[in-house]
């Protein structure tokens, strides 16, 4: 594992820390600084990153509290609380 990707893991673990005690702002950080250092390094963030982040506001979602789960005709829609819609299959 390189470094870039250590970055990106432990900026998960902070994003989640930070959401889980109410300071979206500093969640919302990290998760742009997460992404930020994906993309100068050409990596795809992990599946658990992707699904619990809004594309939209960058928050971190934490299903119950800022984000409504439903399940859809075979598809998980998430919904953040700026109205963003992400739509994943399930089977």
Same mark, same amino acid.
């Given at each position: 594992?390189?470094?870039? +990707? +250590?970055r990106i893991e432990r900026l998960e673990e902070l994003a989640r820390a930070a959401a889980a005690a109410g300071e979206d702002d500093r969640a919302r950080y990290y998760v742009r600084l997460a992404r930020r250092v994906a993309e100068r390094n050409r990596l795809s963030l992990p599946r658990t990153f992707r699904r619990f982040t809004?594309?939209?506001c960058d928050a971190?979602?934490?299903p119950g509290t800022?984000?409504? @789960?439903?399940?859809?005709n075979g598809h998980v @829609?998430?919904?953040c609380e700026c109205g963003h819609q992400a739509r994943y299959p399930y089977d």
């Open positions: 594992m390189g470094v870039a +990707e +250590e809004c594309d939209a971190y979602l934490r800022n984000a409504r @789960v439903r399940l859809q @829609v998430i919904t």
